[in-house]
C-alpha cells in the first residue's frame, strides 16, 4: 500500500479484524433505529425541518468515522449544538426557512473550521479551561431552555425568543391559541416517556432480567413513535389541527455551497461560532475520553478537534447542522458492541434507507411527540447532583454552576456561558489575590531567613525582609503592593526594603507597573528597593526593563548577600 | 454637632481649611471652563443633544464631591463610558429622541446600582481583574472607535453601527452625502488641535515659558471653539448648510424618572450595565488611587465604588448619563491647585452658569468642531507604548492587549472586552496548567524526599512517590491526571502509589473528579491510591466526600509514615 493510501485509509480500516464486523453492524443498526426520533426531534429543536436531523447524521457521521479520535463514540446531531443554532439563528428566524436553512450549515463550517484550526494550533488543553461546575451548569441551563421551548409543540402555542423570560411572556401572549388534542397527545407521551424512563426499575425490571429491561426502555420511546404514527393515521390527528411533521423530502443531502450573507453578519455569528465550538469540543471530549480510558485507549485531544472539526465542515457543506458527540448515542453504540467506526458507518447506512424509503411513513408523526421525547430526554441533563457535590465539595465551583445555570436562563446560552466562564477565572484569581507576605529574619549564623512572627530570628533595624509567596500577577499586585507599604510602615526606620523573590515564578507587566511604582514611591521616602533571589526565568523578562534599570537599590544573588552589603552594626 | 450632622456632612468639608479656598475657586472655574467643549462633544458621542453633556457634569460631580473616594478628581462624561452608551443604545437610535434620552439614563442609574452593590458588597478588589494590558487594549479600540464614529460630523455621512466594520460599511454607503464645507471645518479645526497638542513643543514652548505653554496649549481648544462661533455667525455656516448644535434649552436638568421600559429591555441592558460599571469603576479607580499616592492619602476602593455608584444612580434622576472619573479633567484640577472636592463644586457653578446664561452663544458652533475636539483628544488614548513594553516584557498580557483591541474593533466594545477578559484570565491558567510534579525518592536515613533526578535517593521497587508542587483545579488536573498515569507505566512494579500533596492548597471539585477517577483506574490495575501531607484547609473539604470515602489506599500524615506503612524489603 502506497504512503498516501496508508494515509488515506485510517488505522482502525487497515487493522480491521473481521471477527469484530457482526457486533459492528448490530450496534450501528441499533443506532441508526434508536436515534432517528431524536434525530427528527432535535432539527426541529434547531428551527430546522426534521429531515436535517437525518441529513446531520450522515456526511459528519462518515467524516468523524474516518478522521475522528474515537473508535466508538457516535456523533451527530446533539440538544446542546441544536438550541445554541436555534438560539444564533434566532435573529433570522423570520427572513424565510431557506436562508434560515443556509445559515444553519454556515455555523457549521463555521464551528468547524474553527475547531480544525484549534486543531492545527494544537490547542487540545483549552478543554481543561472549563471548570465542572461550569460545563454542569450550563447544560443543565441549556437543558431547562430546551424543556421550555418544547411546550411550542405540546401546546401548539408559538413560543420565541433566546431566554427563560423570553419564552414564556411570549406564551402567555399567545395562551389562547393553546390546542387541546396536542397538548393531549404531547402529555401522555410524555407522561409515557418519563414512566419508561425513570419507572424502568417497576416497569420493565418486574417481568424481564436486567439486559433486557434495558433494551425494552431504550426501545419504547421507538414503539411509542410507530403507535402515535398509527394512531395519527387512523384518527385523522391532522384533521383535527394536530401540526405533523408531513412527508418528509426523498433523497440524500445535497452539496450546497452556504449562502454566503453579508461579510459582517457572518462576522457577527463569530463569537456564537467560537463557543458552540467550544461546548461542542468539551462534550464531545468528555464521552470520548471517558471510553478510551474505559477500553484504554489513549485520548487524543487535538485529533479529536481534528475530527471533529472536518465533520462539522464537510457536514455543512451537505446541509448539515452543528453536530457534537452524544453520550447517551455513545452509550446505546458500545453497550450494542461495537468496537471501531465501522458501526457509525452502518448508522449512516440506515439513515440513507430511511431518507429514500420511509419519508412519507414519518409523516402522520405529530411534532408534540418529537417534543415529549427530547422533554423527557433532556431532563436528565439537568445536573442536581453535581451541583450539591459542589457546594458541599468546593463553593466556588457551585458559584461557576450557578452563575452559568442563572446566566443561561435569563440573558440566554452565550452571555449564560460567559457569565459562567467568568465566574470560575474569578474565582481563581481569588484564590490567589491574597499571596502570603511574610517579614522575615535571619537564623543566627546561619544564611536562612524565616518569619519573625515564628521563629527566633535576628532582624536589623535598618532592613526590612519581605518573603512573597507567590508569582506576581494583575491579580494580586495591589495587595502586595499594599502589604509591603503597609510593612514600611510599621518598621520606619528600615530604609532598606529588600524584596525575597525566591518563590515568584512570574511577574507579568500589571505586577512589573506596580513594582516601579513602588520603588518611586519608597524612594520619595528616601528608602531603597532591594530584590534577592530573582529565578532565571523572571530575571530574563525584567533584566532591561525600567524595574531594575531604575531601581533605587540593588538585586542580590541571595538574601545573605543583601544583608551582609546593607546591614548596619 | 449631632452625629447625623457629622455623617451627613463630608471630612472635608468639615476640616477645611480657608486658606485653600482661593486655589479651590481657580481650580474649578478653569475645569468649568476648559471642559465645556469636550462635555457638550461627549453628549453628541453618546448619541444625546449636546446639552446632556452639561447635565452629566452637574448632579454626578454634586454627589461624588460630597460620597467620593478622592479629594480632587473630577469626574464626568467621559468618552469611554459615551462611547459604551452609545452602543449599548444603538438599538433603539430609530425609536426617538426622547426614549433614547430615557434609556441614557436609566443606564446611567442601572450602573450606579451595580457599582453601589459592589460597594456595600465590599468587592473593591474586582479592579485587580483586569490587567494592564486588557484595560489599555480596551481603552485603544474604543478609541479607534470614537475616532471612526466622529467622523460622521466632520464627512456629515450618517455612520452607524457598533463596531469598525459597521461604521466603514455605513460611511461607504452613503459617500456621496459628503458635505465639503463641513469637511473643510473639521479638518482644519483637527489639524489645529493637533498641532496645539504634539507641536507644543514648537509652537507654544518656543515663545513662551513653560508654565505659560502648558496653560496656551489647554486654552487653545476653547479659544478654537470662540474663533468658530464667531466664523459661524459672519459667514452664516448654518444657512451654507453645516450642522450646528443650535439653541442650547435654558435651565437645570430636572428630576425625571427615567422612562421603564419592558422589564426583559431593562434585563437585556444587564450584561452592558456590568461591564460599563466595571469600567467606570477601573478606569476611575485608577485616577484617584494615582492621584491619592501622589498626595500621600489611601484609596479606598469600596468608597470610590460607592461615591461613583450614587454619582450615577442620583444622576440618572437628573437627567445625566453614566460618568466616571477622567484622567486629563483631573490633571487639570491638581494642576490648577485643587485641594479639595471644593473645586469641583465651583465647576458645577461654571457648567449652571453655562446652561442659564449662555443656551444661545453656542448656538453657531458647528458639530464638526466637537468631533474634531474628540477626534484630536482621543488620540491620546491609542496605547501603543503599553503594546510595545508588553511585548517585550510579558508577552501573555500583549496577547491580552491585541485580543481586547482587535475584538473591540471587529465585534463592538462589550464583546472586545469580554474577548480580552478571557485571552488574559486564560493565559493565567496556562501558566499553572503544567505543574510541575517530581518523582521523589528518600535521602538515605532521613525523612526528607527529593526529586529522584536531582538527588542520590534511596526508591523502593513497590512504591511511586509523586510530589505535586501545585494546587490543583480544572486547568491542571488533566495534566497532572497524565503525568501520574504516565509515571505509573514508567515504573510497572510500585503498586502503591503516594501522592505527597504538600505544595497543594486547594483541591476544586474537577480535580477532586479527577482523583476518583485516577483511583479507580489504579484499582482496575491493582494498584492503591495514598496521599501524604494534605494540608488542614484541604482536609476539611475533602474529608467527608467520595475521594476519600472511596480511596483504594490510605492518608498518612507524613510521607515517611506512608513509606514506613507501606515499603517492601
Given amino acids: 500500500m502506497s504512503s498516501i493510501g496508508a494515509r488515506l485509509i485510517p488505522a482502525w480500516l487497515r487493522q480491521y479484524q473481521l471477527a469484530t464486523l457482526p457486533t459492528d453492524i448490530i450496534a450501528g443498526l441499533v443506532v441508526g433505529v434508536l436515534v432517528i426520533p431524536q434525530s427528527l426531534g432535535y432539527a426541529v429543536l434547531a428551527g430546522l425541518p426534521p429531515v436535517y436531523g437525518l441529513y446531520a447524521a450522515i456526511v459528519p457521521v462518515i467524516v468523524y468515522a474516518w478522521l475522528g479520535s474515537s473508535n466508538v463514540q457516535a456523533v451527530g446531531p446533539v440538544a446542546i449544538t441544536a438550541i445554541m443554532t436555534a438560539s444564533a439563528l434566532h435573529a433570522y428566524a423570520n427572513q424565510g426557512a431557506e436562508q434560515y436553512v443556509m445559515m444553519a450549515s454556515l455555523l457549521a463550517m463555521m464551528v468547524g473550521a474553527l475547531l480544525w484550526i484549534a486543531g492545527q494550533l494544537k490547542l487540545g ?16 441551563g441549556a437543558a431547562v431552555l430546551i424543556f421550555v421551548s418544547q411546550l411550542k409543540y405540546l401546546t401548539h402555542i408559538p413560543i420565541a425568543g433566546s431566554s427563560l423570560i423570553g419564552y414564556l411572556s411570549s406564551m402567555q401572549q399567545y395562551a389562547q391559541q393553546l390546542h387541546p388534542l396536542t397538548l393531549l397527545i404531547g402529555v401522555v407521551a410524555f407522561a409515557l416517556l418519563i414512566m419508561n424512563r425513570y419507572g424502568s426499575k417497576w416497569i420493565w425490571r418486574s417481568w424481564l432480567s436486567s439486559s433486557y429491561a434495558k433494551w425494552a426502555e431504550r426501545l419504547f420511546p421507538l414503539i411509542l413513535l410507530g403507535i402515535a404514527i398509527v394512531l395519527s393515521i387512523s384518527m385523522q390527528w391532522s384533521a383535527h389541527g394536530v401540526a405533523t411533521i408531513g412527508i418528509i423530502p426523498q433523497g440524500l443531502p445535497a452539496f450546497t455551497l452556504p449562502y454566503l450573507p453579508d461579510f459582517r453578519e457572518a462576522l457577527n455569528l463569530l463569537p456564537t461560532a467560537g463557543l458552540m465550538a467550544l461546548i461542542a469540543f468539551v462534550s464531545s471530549s468528555s464521552v470520548a475520553s471517558t471510553y478510551a480510558r474505559q477500553r484504554n485507549e489513549s485520548f487524543d485531544a487535538n485529533r479529536e478537534l481534528t475530527g471533529l472539526g472536518l465533520a462539522n465542515l464537510v457536514g455543512g457543506l451537505f446541509q448539515s447542522f452543528a453536530v457534537a458527540g452524544g453520550f447517551s448515542r455513545t452509550a446505546i453504540n458500545v453497550d450494542s458492541g461495537a468496537k471501531t ?22 409523516a402522520p408523526l405529530p411534532y408534540a411527540l418529537l417534543g415529549a421525547t427530547i422533554m423527557a430526554s433532556i431532563i ?57 507576605v511574610a517579614i522575615v529574619g535571619q537564623l543566627a549564623g546561619t544564611g536562612h531567613f524565616r518569619n519573625i512572627n515564628r521563629h527566633d530570628v535576628v532582624t536589623y533595624h535598618n532592613l526590612l525582609m519581605l518573603r512573597i509567596d507567590e508569582s506576581l500577577f494583575f491579580g494580586n499586585s495591589e495587595s502586595v503592593h499594599r502589604r509591603v507599604l503597609e510593612a514600611t510602615k510599621q518598621y520606619p526606620e528600615a530604609r532598606e526594603i529588600i524584596l525575597i523573590m525566591a518563590a515568584v515564578n512570574h511577574i507579568d507587566l500589571t505586577a512589573q507597573e506596580m513594582l516601579i511604582t513602588l520603588n518611586q514611591e519608597l524612594a520619595t521616602q528616601d528608602k531603597h528597593l532591594h530584590f534577592s533571589f530573582i529565578k532565571g526565568p523572571v530575571m530574563d523578562i525584567i533584566e532591561h526593563t525600567p524595574l531594575l534599570t531604575k531601581l533605587s ?17
Avoid at 406 to 419: D, K, S
Fill in 125 to 140: 488543553w483549552i478543554m481543561q479551561f472549563i471548570s465542572r461546575g461550569v460545563s454542569a451548569g450550563f447544560v443543565s
Fill in 341 to 362: 467506526p465501522l458501526a457509525s458507518l452502518v448508522t449512516v447506512l440506515v439513515m440513507v434507507a430511511a431518507l429514500i424509503a420511509f419519508g412519507s411513513t414519518f
Fill in 380 to 436: 436528565g441533563l439537568i445536573d442536581i447532583a453535581t451541583l450539591k457535590s459542589a457546594w458541599q465539595r468546593d463553593r466556588l465551583d457551585a458559584a461557576s454552576f450557578i452563575a452559568a445555570f442563572i446566566g443561561v436562563l435569563i440573558f440566554g446560552l452565550n452571555t449564560g456561558l460567559v457569565i459562567g466562564l467568568m465566574v470560575s477565572f474569578a474565582s481563581l484569581i481569588l484564590q490567589s489575590s491574597k499571596p502570603h
Fill in 553 to 569: 537599590g540593588q538585586v542580590y544573588l541571595s538574601t545573605i548577600d543583601a544583608v551582609d552589603a546593607l546591614k548596619e552594626a
